[in-house]
C-alpha cells in the first residue's frame, strides 16, 4: 500500500462521502467466529465525533467519485468540477483491516459515484465485502450502498456479505427528482430495495426451518432523504418517508439538511444555512411514529403541514389535543404517558416500574427525570400541586418557552449564526 | 455505637465485610478501604480478612432477589470507587435483604436511586473507553493503548475487547491505576508493567512504535478532517460528546 497514494484519494473521497449522515453500525447479529477480526453484534459505538457533532462509527468513504450521472444536489456529479479518484479494492480493504485493529472503527460504509454502469459499479463494492469476509475473515459492520438498477443478483450477493444496504432516495417527491436528477427515476431505486426486502423476508423464514441459513443483511436496510433542497413541505417528507418505512421495511430514514454546494439556480445558493432545526424536527418526528405509537396523520395533515420550529412536535401534538388531558401519572396506560410532552420512553419505563410499589409525586417523578417545564400542564400526580387555572394552549406555549428561553433561542439562533 | 469496618479495596472483601455486618448484627456500620482508613476517635473497627466463600454467599443471596442486569448494579457502582460507595451499596443490599419482594428497582428508595445513579456514570465510563480507547501498534507486535479513566473499568471493558480483537495481541493499560489487561491470543491476563523511562504516553515515538502505525495515524487524522461538514460545526456539541479531558488519548484530536 502505497502511502501517499492512499492519503490522497482518503481526502478526496471521504470528503465525498461526507453528506450521507448514515453513520449508524447497529442491528447486526454478526459475532466473531473462528477468531478473527472484529464483533459487529454489540456495535453501534461512536469512536468519535466529528466538529460538528456527529457520531463517527464507520470508515465511510466512495469506492470512486466518478460519476455518469448529473444529480444537481451531489458533489460528485459529472459536470462538478473537481479532482477524480478512484480506491483499488484491496486499498479499502487495507484501511477497513488496519483501523479496526486500531479501534477507531467499528466498520465499512462504502458508497460509490456510477462508473461504466449499475451493475459494473455494484459488482466492485460486493467484491470489497466480500474479500473483507472471506479473505480476512473481517467480522465487523459492512454497509454497501445499493446502486440505483444494479441486478438482482448481484443484490443477492451484497446481503450475504453486508450487514446493512441502503439506497438514498434523496429527493422526496417525483417532480423534484425529475427536476433534479433527470437521468434518474423512482424505480431504479425501487428495484434493488424490493429485492432486498424479499430476500430478508425469505432469510427470516428459512432461519426459522434451517438453522445454518447464511446471513443476509441482517441489519436491514436504511435511506436517505435531502431536506430543504427541493422545496417540499415536511408532510410530503414525512409521508414519503412512512411509504417507504411501510413498503420496504425499512430500519430507518435519515434525513439530511442540504449542504449547498452549487451554484445551480435550480436549488438553495451557497451561503445558505443548512436547515439544521428543522431536520431535528424531522427526527423527533420520525421518533415519536416509531417509538411512540404515534400516526403520522395525528402529527401531519392539510391543516397541519409544517412542523414547528419553536416547539418539539410532541408538545404541537397536544397543545392541538388538549381534551386528552390532564393524564393520571399513576393510572395512564403506557400509551398515553408516552404522549405526555417533556416524558421520555425512558421515563415511562421508569414510572410504570416505580408506580407499582407506590403512589407517585412530583418528588419522585423529578427523580426519574421528567422535564417538570413541559410536562407540568399535561399531567396530575399523587400531590395536590398541580395546575388548576383553565389555561388555552397559546398560553401554555407562551410559558413553557418563556421558562425554556436559554434551550430554544440557543437552538434558533444557533440558525440564525450561520448566516453570518 | 458504630462500627467500622476495613477492608482491602478488592469487591470479594467488600461483601465479606457485609456478611460480617450481618452475622454480628451489627446496627450501624461504615465499610472503608484499607488505604483509606482513619482510626475513628469513637467506635469500634475491625480488620474484615477477605473470604470468597463468604464473599459468595453474599452475592448469590442478592442474586436470588433480582434480575441478573440489577444486581450487576452492585458491581458497577462498587467500581465507581466513590468514597462513601460501600455504605450506600450496604444499605441497598440491607432494604433487598429486608424486603419481601424484589426492590432492586424500586428508584423510590434513596439508597437503590443513588446506587444506580453510581452505575450509569461507572457505565457510561465503560462505553466511552470501548470508544476512545485507540490501539497503536508497537514494535514487537502489540496494540496498545493507555488510558486513565475516572472509574476502575477494566474488568468491565474485557470481554468487549476480547470478543472482537481475537486474531491480534492488545495490551489496554490503566495509567492511574498501574494495572492493564493484555490479550496474549489465547486469553486475557492482568498485568503490571514497568514503563520505560523514555516512555510518554502522550506521543508515537518510533523507539517503542512500529513506523507504519505513524503512517495510519495520519491516515485516521486525514480522515477525521476530511468527513468533517464545515457549514455545520457545532463545537458545543462535539465537546459534549468528547470532552476536553478524553482528547490526550484520541489519535484524530493531536
Ligand atoms: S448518481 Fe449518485 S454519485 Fe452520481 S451524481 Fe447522482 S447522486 Fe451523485
Redesign the interface.
Known amino acids: 500500500m502505497s ?1 501517499q497514494r ?2 490522497e484519494k ?2 478526496i473521497l ?2 465525498a ?3 450521507d449522515v448514515s453513520c449508524s453500525s447497529s442491528g447486526s447479529n454478526r ?2 467466529k473462528n ?5 459487529a453484534s ?1 456495535s453501534g ?12 462509527s464507520l ?2 468513504i466512495l469506492l470512486t467519485n466518478h460519476c455518469i450521472f448529473d444529480c444537481a444536489y451531489c458533489v460528485t456529479r459529472k459536470s462538478n468540477d473537481i479532482k477524480r479518484a478512484a480506491f483499488k479494492v484491496q486499498e479499502v480493504v487495507d ?1 477497513t483491516m ?2 479496526y ?4 472503527i467499528e466498520g465499512l460504509f462504502l458508497s460509490s459515484g456510477i462508473f461504466k454502469s449499475a451493475d459494473y459499479t455494484m459488482e466492485r463494492l460486493v467484491a470489497v465485502a466480500k474479500k473483507l469476509r472471506l479473505e480476512e ?1 473481517f ?2 459492520y459492512i454497509h454497501l450502498k445499493s446502486i440505483p438498477g444494479a441486478s438482482d443478483e448481484l443484490m443477492r450477493e451484497a446481503g450475504l456479505y453486508a450487514d446493512r444496504l441502503s439506497v438514498n432516495i434523496e429527493i422526496p417527491t417525483e417532480k423534484g427528482l425529475k427536476l433534479l436528477a433527470p437521468d434518474k427515476n423512482r424505480a431504479d431505486f425501487i428495484k434493488p430495495m424490493e429485492k432486498v426486502k424479499n430476500e430478508i423476508i425469505q432469510y427470516k423464514s428459512e432461519k426459522k426451518i434451517i438453522r445454518s441459513t447464511p446471513k443476509y443483511a441482517p441489519a436491514g436496510q436504511s435511506t436517505q432523504m435531502i431536506v430543504g433542497a427541493s422545496g417540499e413541505n415536511d408532510m410530503q417528507i414525512m409521508y414519503t418517508s412512512n411509504y417507504f418505512y411501510k413498503n420496504f421495511n425499512l430500519k430507518r430514514v435519515y434525513y439530511s ?1 442540504y ?2 454546494i452549487s451554484y445551480d439556480t435550480r436549488l438553495p445558493q451557497i451561503g445558505t ?2 436547515p ?1 432545526l428543522r431536520e431535528n424536527r424531522l427526527y423527533q418526528t420520525d421518533w415519536l411514529l416509531r417509538f411512540y405509537g404515534f400516526n403520522i396523520e395525528e402529527i401531519l395533515n392539510e391543516q397541519n403541514q409544517s412542523l414547528d420550529l419553536d416547539i418539539d412536535p410532541k408538545l404541537g401534538w397536544a397543545l392541538r389535543n388538549m381534551h386528552e388531558f390532564p393524564v393520571d401519572i399513576n393510572k395512564a396506560d403506557k400509551r398515553m404517558l408516552a404522549r405526555i410532552p417533556g416524558l421520555g420512553m425512558k421515563s415511562v419505563f ?1 414510572i410504570l ?2 408506580r407499582r ?2 403512589q ?1 409525586n412530583w418528588d ?1 417523578l423529578k ?2 427525570g421528567v422535564a417538570f417545564n413541559r410536562a407540568q400542564y399535561f399531567m396530575v400526580c399523587a400531590s395536590n400541586q398541580f395546575e388548576k387555572r383553565d389555561l388555552t394552549p397559546e398560553k401554555i406555549k407562551g410559558l413553557i418557552l418563556q421558562n425554556s428561553k436559554s434551550k430554544y433561542t440557543s437552538m434558533l439562533s ?1 440558525q440564525l449564526n ?1 448566516f453570518g | 455505637m458504630e462500627t467500622t469496618l476495613v477492608y482491602d479495596g478488592t469487591f470479594d472483601g467488600f461483601l465479606t465485610c457485609v456478611f460480617m455486618a450481618y452475622e454480628m448484627k451489627l446496627k450501624a456500620v461504615s465499610i472503608v478501604k484499607e488505604k483509606h482508613f482513619q482510626e475513628p476517635m469513637f467506635g469500634n473497627w475491625d480488620l474484615v480478612n477477605t473470604e470468597p466463600d463468604k464473599a459468595n454467599r453474599v452475592w448469590a443471596g442478592l442474586k436470588k432477589k433480582m434480575s441478573a442486569n440489577e444486581l450487576q448494579r452492585f458491581y458497577y457502582a462498587f467500581l465507581s470507587e466513590k468514597p462513601t460507595v460501600e455504605n450506600t451499596i450496604y444499605q441497598a443490599i440491607l432494604y433487598v435483604f429486608q424486603s419481601k419482594n424484589n ?1 432492586a ?4 428508595n434513596v439508597h437503590i ?1 443513588q446506587l444506580s445513579k453510581l452505575t450509569k456514570n461507572v457505565s457510561r465510563e465503560k ?1 466511552r473507553m ?8 508497537t514494535k514487537d507486535g502489540i ?1 496498545f ?1 493507555n488510558i486513565e479513566p475516572d472509574f476502575n473499568v477494566l474488568p468491565l471493558i474485557k470481554r ?1 475487547f476480547e ?6 495481541k492488545w495490551l489496554i493499560y490503566d495509567l492511574s491505576r498501574k494495572y492493564g489487561i493484555y490479550y496474549n491470543l489465547e486469553s486475557v491476563e492482568l498485568i503490571s508493567l514497568e514503563l520505560d523511562r523514555n516512555f510518554d504516553p502522550s506521543k508515537t515515538s518510533t523507539e517503542f512504535f512500529a513506523p507504519i502505525e505513524l ?2 495515524q ?3 487524522q ?3 478532517k ?13 465537546i ?3 470532552p476536553k479531558r478524553y482528547w490526550k488519548y ?1 489519535s ?2 493531536q
Open positions: 502511502f492512499v492519503q482518503l481526502n471521504a470528503d462521502a461526507k453528506y459475532t466473531n477468531k478473527g477480526l472484529g464483533d454489540a459505538i461512536c469512536h468519535t465525533y466529528t466538529e460538528d457533532g456527529r457520531c463517527v470508515l465511510k484501511l488496519n483501523f485493529r486500531r479501534n477507531y475473515n467480522n465487523g439538511g449542504v449547498p444555512p443548512v439544521m421508569k416500574n416505580a410499589y407506590r407517585l419522585h427523580a426519574i444557533n450561520l | 426492590v428497582s424500586d428508584f423510590g436511586l462505553h470501548e470508544a476512545f480507547v485507540r490501539f497503536k501498534l496494540y493503548a468487549h470478543k472482537r480483537y481475537a486474531d491480534q503512517e495510519f495520519q491516515l485516521w486525514d480522515y477525521f476530511s468527513t468533517n461538514i464545515k457549514s455545520r460545526k457545532n463545537m458545543k456539541l462535539h459534549q460528546h468528547v484520541l484524530e484530536k
